[in-house]
C-alpha cells in the first residue's frame, strides 16, 4: 500500500506563514498528480493547490499570490508554502496524489489531514 505523511500544520497568526510537507512511501511506482485539499468547517472540501510531474500548478483564487505549491519528485514530496495567511485560510489540509503502485494497480491516495489554525 501507499501512504502519505504530512507536516508542518499548526496554530499561526494573521500575516503568518507556514510550510506543509507531504511525503509519499510504501510499493509506489509512480506518482503522477500531487495536491492540497482543505476542508474548514461546516464547507465542502476544495481545492487549494495542485502540481503535475513536470511542474505545471493550478491554485484556488483565494489562494493564488500567497500560497505556492512545489514538489520534489526525488523524495515524492508535495510542499505548500503558506504565506500572509488569513483567518479564512483555517481549515484541516489534506495531501492528495494520484500513483501507481509497483503491482500496476492505479490508486488516489489521501493523506490523515493536518489542521491549519490561523488566529490571533
Known amino acids: 500500500h501507499v501512504q502519505l505523511v504530512e507536516s508542518g500544520g499548526g496554530l499561526v497568526q494573521p500575516g503568518g506563514s507556514l510550510r506543509l510537507s507531504c511525503a509519499a512511501s510504501?510499493?509506489?511506482?509512480?506518482?503522477?498528480?500531487m495536491g492540497w485539499y482543505r476542508q474548514a468547517p461546516g464547507k465542502e472540501r476544495e481545492l487549494v493547490a495542485a502540481?503535475?510531474?513536470?511542474?505545471?500548478?493550478n491554485y484556488a483564487d483565494s489562494v493564488k499570490g500567497r500560497f505556492t505549491i512545489s514538489r520534489d519528485n526525488a523524495k515524492n514530496t508535495v510542499f505548500l508554502q503558506m504565506n500572509s495567511l488569513k483567518l479564512e485560510d483555517t481549515a484541516v489540509y489534506y495531501c492528495?496524489?494520484?500513483?501507481?503502485?509497483?503491482?500496476?494497480?492505479?490508486?488516489?491516495?489521501w493523506g490523515q489531514g493536518t489542521l491549519v489554525t490561523v488566529s490571533s
Open positions: 492528495n496524489a494520484h500513483t501507481v503502485e509497483v503491482s500496476g494497480v492505479y490508486l488516489e491516495v
Open positions: 502540481i503535475t510531474r513536470g511542474g505545471s500548478t
Open positions: 510504501g510499493s509506489l511506482f509512480s506518482i503522477n498528480a
